[in-house]
């Protein structure tokens, strides 16, 4: 997947090619993920609270 936009720089950059571990469907503390909503996807760091839902997406 190739980055657009520079929310996520200092990890990775506008243009950078992402590589995608489809493999993986659990979310952990901190990571960075691959997220769909509605027509968007994106590359985000989320956080979680009690029970694994997500808290915050930055």
């Given at each position: 997947m190739t980055s657009a936009g520079n929310s996520m720089e200092a990890t990775i950059y506008n243009g950078e090619t992402a590589m995608i571990d489809t493999g993986r469907t659990s979310a952990h503390e901190g990571g960075v993920f691959v997220i769909r909503m509605d027509n968007n996807v994106m590359?985000?760091?989320?956080?979680?609270?009690?029970?694994?839902k997500i808290k915050n997406i930055r």
């Open positions: 590359i985000k760091r989320v956080s979680l609270r009690l029970g694994d």
